[in-house]
């Protein structure tokens, strides 16, 4: 099957013609290779759209299969110093120590990072993990991993309440509300958009240090949610470098959708950089009507 992505196509020509100073092509690493979800089919496309903005170069990390011994695991140390960001689209079995240490000190000296839905359910006993990404599910996450974090009349609120962390409805199309509009990730996008249909993660928990949460979906309970606004965009630094968080992207339909890809764009440019120049997709999605890319 060959994806072709022509949102992506328009967006990325008008990029190029924009920016006189447009970036330079950089080096992305998306890792993957364990998930509870289908990476041998998300990752490909996660690929294709961000080197079809013409801004990224893209290398896959992909580690031993689960249950692989110890000493296989150990072996994956790919070199991080080469990549201006990583993507996870991992959810498996811990990393070796020594590839701990390396991703720790990549972050921590500058490096950006950014985590893609199941990517936040991995690690849940790694401290530095959960400060990195704010907020995570699943993985043995409950009060003890910090506060739920919800949008209540206009505010950002941190939730004590003990219970799990992690759960999401049936998967359905839903809303995208942005709430930080001038952030340069979400400036120029639509104040609320559709998205195709996709796992609404609800009640992730975590440290949540420094959060800026860009942009909420409310957790509907007659879609088995919790009535919540829940965070579905989200930006927060760790030591020197850049953390960019979407719990969307659960599967191929999720991915396909120029508002997802649009967002993903523009959030790891900002991740590797600090600055956004991918512009706004002219297809991006209303508040009325989902914007799929087209599959051909």
């Known amino acids: 099957m060959r994806f072709l992505l022509l949102g992506l196509v328009t967006f990325a020509l008008i990029g190029q013609?924009?920016?006189?100073?447009?970036?330079?092509?950089?080096?992305?690493?998306l890792i993957d290779g364990q998930n509870n979800h289908k990476w041998q089919e998300t990752s490909p496309i996660l690929k294709q759209i961000l080197e079809g903005s013409g801004r990224f170069r893209v290398d896959m990390a992909t580690s031993p299969p689960k249950g692989a011994k110890k000493e296989e695991m150990a072996k994956f140390r790919p070199d991080l110093s080469k990549y201006a960001a990583i993507v996870s689209n991992y959810n498996g079995e811990p990393w070796s120590e020594d590839f701990n240490a390396d991703f720790v000190r990549y972050v921590k000296d500058g490096g950006g990072f950014v985590v893609v839905h199941a990517a936040n359910n991995s690690?849940?006993?790694?401290?530095?993990?959960?400060?990195?990404?704010?907020?995570?599910?699943?993985?043995?996450r409950n009060e003890k991993s910090g506060p739920y974090i919800r949008y209540r009349d206009g505010k950002i609120v941190r939730d004590e309440t003990a219970g799990r962390g992690g759960h999401h409805g049936p998967k359905h199309e839903f809303t995208v509300e942005n709430i930080v509009k001038d952030h340069p990730i979400t400036q120029g996008m639509p104040a609320k958009w559709l998205?195709?249909?996709?796992?609404?993660?609800?009640?992730?928990?975590?440290?949540?240090?420094?959060?800026?949460?860009?942009?909420?979906?409310?957790?509907?309970?007659?879609?088995?949610?919790?009535?919540?606004?829940?965070?579905m965009i989200w930006t927060l630094p760790y030591g020197k470098g850049r953390v960019f968080h979407t719990p969307m992207g659960h599967d191929t339909t999720s991915i396909m959708c120029v508002g997802f890809a649009n967002v993903l764009l523009r959030g790891s440019e900002w991740a590797a950089t600090g600055k956004v120049t991918i512009p706004v997709a002219k297809n991006f999605p209303t508040a009325e009507k989902t914007s799929p890319l087209e599959i051909k």
Not at 17 to 29: F, G, I, V
Not at 125 to 140: A, S
Not at 211 to 231: C, F, Q
Request: charged residues 20%; hydrophobic residues 35%; glycine residues 14%.
């Open 123 to 140: 690690f849940g006993n790694w401290p530095e993990y959960n400060l990195m990404i704010g907020l995570g599910g699943w993985g043995g």
């Open 195 to 231: 998205h195709t249909s996709d796992e609404l993660y609800d009640s992730l928990r975590g440290p949540a240090e420094h959060m800026n949460v860009l942009a909420i979906a409310h957790s509907d309970k007659a879609k088995g949610g919790t009535g919540e606004n829940e965070p």
């Open 17 to 29: 013609a924009q920016s006189a100073d447009a970036t330079p092509t950089m080096k992305l690493l």
